[in-house]
């Protein structure tokens, strides 16, 4: 194929968990143009994801809730802003990987002779997008991995790896390193995770069901606990810190770098549907994972050492089954 840009947009303007199953299709695209300048338009969190990949050579960081939810006024100088910005930089090829009449509008925008963009039903701007041929029409019950590589298929690129993988830094690591002897948890302990927040109150797990959790791997199996806290979770963060005895650790720090190498040296993360979630699988931490059964399941954790509890309601789901796959992801690890 002989179509060979030089200076990419790819637009990624999912969320903190959509960035980490899109980092199979960026890949892709490093692969595919090795020698292409590539610039990734994100969220804030999604962008800090697509820096540590090493997939973009720069990125455009975009607080896409002050643009939906902000003031009209301040918001259109913003929109105003990032279209003169994208503008300047003179892109060759755009791609579209989320695809939102907003998003699909500022590939147009952005001045790019060719542009591919993922079709969505009643959710893309299919006349915006010129690439021949077309990519296939987003197919819903495919895992969203699949979906964003669908979007690529016009490319000529097969056998693509579907893994989300992020390398951690050497000085994250470090860092990560000392907070856990500060927190008097290294050595031969098992370490384990548990983030009692999601994005929306209708699939958390209830907090009492975490603390009761955590007490149990304490005292039967002798488990350092960590409890991580993102900003979503402001609301109750202190019924968190109140909750839970001072055997366990409370880990806020916002930074995804940071949170990456953390999540890197448990043994387990137990958690619902969460962008932390995928960030763990991407860094190989094996999960267990609470789903309720309204949740597509396009938006599992890709990978086999994973255990996903699936029930009609994640407020249903067991201490004792949470328990005993958490044991079992114990078990897997030391004979791994």
Known sequence: MGFNPQNI??????????????????RLIRDRFPKALITVGAGQPAAQVIRLSGYADA??????????DGPKLRSLQQIVRLVTDVRRRKFDFVIDLHSLYETNLLGFLSGAPIRLFGPRARRSLDFLSNFDPAPPRE???????????DVLAPLGVNGASRIPVLRTSC????????????????G?????GLFPGAGHPGRRWPLSSFVALGEKLSRKDRARIIVFVGPEESSFTQE?????SRSANIFDQADISRLSSVL?????????STGPMHLAAAVGTPLVVLFSRLTPD?????????????????SDIRMDDVYKATTEALENGRQA
């Open 240 to 244: 968190i810190h109140a909750s839970f």
């Open 171 to 186: 000085e994250d690591d470090r860092a990560a390193e000392q907070m856990l002897e500060d927190f008097g948890v290294s």
């Open 59 to 68: 990125t455009i960081a975009v607080d896409r809730f002050a643009l939906r």
């Open 188 to 192: 031969g302990a098992p370490l384990v």
């Open 264 to 272: 890197a040296r448990l043994d387990v993360f137990i958690s619902s």
């Open 298 to 314: 396009s938006f599992t954790p890709v990978g086999g050492q994973h255990r996903i509890i699936f029930s009609s309601s994640v």
């Open 139 to 149: 197919d819903t019950s495919k895992h969203a991995v699949d979906r964003y590589l």
């Open 9 to 26: 947009l790819v637009i990624d303007f999912g969320q903190l968990g959509d960035a980490v199953l899109s980092l199979p299709a960026l």
